[in-house]
């Protein structure tokens, strides 16, 4: 009985049901010790320059535990892709779609995304790349994140925004701007110092502590220019 329930939860997560290559006994934690090594070594060369002897050596495992666990170097890109994006992008969706006012949701927005990319910079230039080469990669982590389809996401985000957008026009304390626009203005004001980092500190003369204070006036500046441009 114990065997026809470890052969089905291995096949339930895609991995042969075989037991781990010879050798020492995996530790409880090897899949997740494997899992931040890729994240770290992708993130680093991307996918394409990624190598699965590299993030062997950086997780302190064989190469048989690797291909134990992921079964392909396209199963484990895909596998950190998602944790990557999970990270970086359901906070956002969940304020935008939340009945917080409209200029709550700018500040907040600009504050998360702006601390968590200053905790891992390269990941802008990681997503933009894994994206172009792999579009389907979007489909599945919004799936992943929110247990929906992106056509059951996005329109609900996009008709609190319009509202909200228009209710502001009227006002008289915006311009008109459609929501397409303002989610793109929003998001890659937040994004584009990052992914084009090495860029702006050779541009600005600015070290890793001047960047860091560049973000910091950012975070501060940004949501009223978003606001009343």
């Known amino acids: 009985m114990a065997n026809m329930r470890t052969r089905k939860l291995a096949k339930q997560r895609g991995r042969p ?5 010879a050798g020492p006994e995996p530790e ?3 899949e997740s010790r494997i899992l931040d090594a890729a994240r770290r070594v992708f993130v680093r060369r991307g996918t394409a320059g990624a190598r699965m002897q590299e ?3 950086e997780a302190g495992v064989n190469q048989a535990l690797l291909h134990y666990y992921f079964r392909s170097k396209a199963r484990l890109a895909e596998a950190v892709f998602r944790g990557v994006a999970v ?5 956002v969706l969940e304020v935008l779609a939340s009945d917080a006012e409209i200029e709550d949701k700018v500040d907040r927005v600009v504050a998360i995304e702006l601390e968590l990319l200053s905790r891992s910079p390269f990941v802008p230039a990681y ?3 894994e994206i172009n080469q792999h579009p389907e990669r979007v489909l599945q982590f919004v799936k992943a994140m929110s247990g929906v389809e992106i056509d059951g996401v996005v329109p609900r985000v996009k008709q609190i925004l319009d509202r909200q957008l228009k ?3 009227r006002a008289g304390l915006m311009r008109r701007i459609s929501v397409d626009q303002f989610m793109v203005n929003l998001l890659s004001l937040c994004l584009f110092p990052f992914a084009a980092r090495p860029m702006l500190m050779a541009a600005l003369q600015l070290d890793e502590r001047g960047f860091g204070r560049f973000i910091e006036q950012r975070r501060r500046e940004l949501p009223a220019f978003i606001l009343h441009a």
Do not use: G, K, N, Y
């Open 17 to 21: 049901a075989s037991p781990p290559p």
């Open 167 to 169: 209710t502001r026009e």
């Open 127 to 129: 997503v933009i790349s």
């Open 87 to 91: 990270r970086l992008f359901p906070p």
């Open 55 to 57: 993030i062997a050596a």
């Open 28 to 30: 409880p934690d090897t």
